[in-house]
């Protein structure tokens, strides 16, 4: 028996699917979510550092609160994905939508 080969497109579409799944779980687990978390901690941190500081009278230096740690990892490809990613939740969305309107005037 011969194996049937997937055609170049159904592997392309196949890979763009897998890539999705793995956007959209990052996107639900919260990973991005505890990175927030993180800055609100050191955030209120910072704030009772400078209320201590406020209270004992000694001198307040600004720029010793501002905490800019954060690095920016995005990338063309990155913003690439989230995207296509945005593009075809829309794309499913209003896809599912216009099956259920048609499934409805059906029955």
Known sequence: ?????LHPILKILICLFIVYIALFIAN???YYEGKIKDEVIVTEEG??????????GEEIDITAF????RE???SSMSNLGDNLTSGIE???T????FVSDVVKSLF
């Open 1 to 5: 028996m011969k194996k049937k080969k």
């Open 28 to 30: 639900i687990s919260g």
């Open 47 to 56: 704030i009772k550092e400078f209320e201590e500081k406020v209270q004992n």
């Open 66 to 69: 501002l905490k800019n740690d």
């Open 72 to 74: 920016d990892y995005s």
């Open 90 to 92: 829309v794309f499913i």
């Open 94 to 97: 209003d896809g599912m939508k």
